[in-house]
């Protein structure tokens, strides 16, 4: 058998991506393309909802099959300092779906209201759940990003319960003071604070001075 040629080094960090049928489908290929940059291994899952959200708002090339090729296009090359491993949503016995798996942080980008809903009451039907429960269970980083306007009651109840659980709610509110100009510099706020509240330092959006910069 080969020797490891670095038995020492130390494994990328991996995280998982959910990507559910909510609008905000920028919002999730800048954040796979920030983790990939950073050289992380993200474990990658989609529901139906979630690929229809993707070929809706992005194009027909934008496919969970062809994706790394479709953020090296828009992105540059640097997404190939990262991995990708995709997951099927019907698949509980994937690695993401066990505590055991060293799966750094998690997160839902955008989130549906059904998929928060299936989160907030634990109910593991499909692996984006699955994971997200390990997430909970483990105490370790899990990132929802909801979106929908206006909210129902039972919809931000469920955001409580999630909060409560141990989540982090990080809606798809991008800020303005940046003076966007792109739908480019909106996603590129939203993945930033995606990124932080992961633990990953960046620089997708300048930090406040104390006033706005033009
Ligand atoms: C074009 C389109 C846009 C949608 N936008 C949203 C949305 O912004 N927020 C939301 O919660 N649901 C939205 N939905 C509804 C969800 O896609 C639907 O509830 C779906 O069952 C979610 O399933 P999933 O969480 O498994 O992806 C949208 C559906 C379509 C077809």
Redesign the pocket.
């Known amino acids: 058998m080969a020797p490891d040629p670095q038995p020492n080094a130390p494994r990328p960090a991996s995280v998982a991506v959910a990507v559910?049928?909510?609008?905000?489908a920028l919002y999730a290929m800048r954040t796979v393309a920030a983790l990939l940059e950073q050289g992380v291994h993200v474990e990658l899952v989609v529901?139906?909802?979630?690929r229809?959200?993707l070929r809706?708002e992005l194009g027909e090339t934008a496919t969970v099959e062809r994706l790394v090729p479709f953020l090296a296009a828009k992105y540059g090359d640097g997404v190939h300092a990262g991995s990708v491993l995709v997951h099927s949503n019907r698949d509980l016995g994937a690695t993401i779906a066990s505590g055991s798996h060293g799966c750094r942080g998690m997160v839902i980008v955008?989130c549906?209201?059904?998929?928060l809903a299936g989160v907030a009451h634990g109910l593991s039907r499909?692996l984006?759940e699955r994971a997200a429960d390990v997430m909970l269970k483990e105490r370790r980083t899990l990132v929802i990003v909801p979106?929908?306007t206006p909210m129902s009651l039972p919809q931000l109840k469920n955001m409580v319960l999630c909060a409560e659980a141990g989540a982090m709610i990080l809606p798809a509110m991008p800020a303005f003071y940046q003076l966007p100009t792109t739908l480019d510099d909106l996603a590129d706020f939203m993945a930033g604070k995606i990124l932080s509240a992961l633990g990953f330092e960046h620089a997708l959006y300048p930090a406040w001075t104390g006033q706005v910069e033009r």
């Open positions: 559910t049928g909510a609008s905000g529901s139906d909802y979630g229809r959200l809706d955008p549906s209201m059904k998929t499909n984006v979106r929908e």
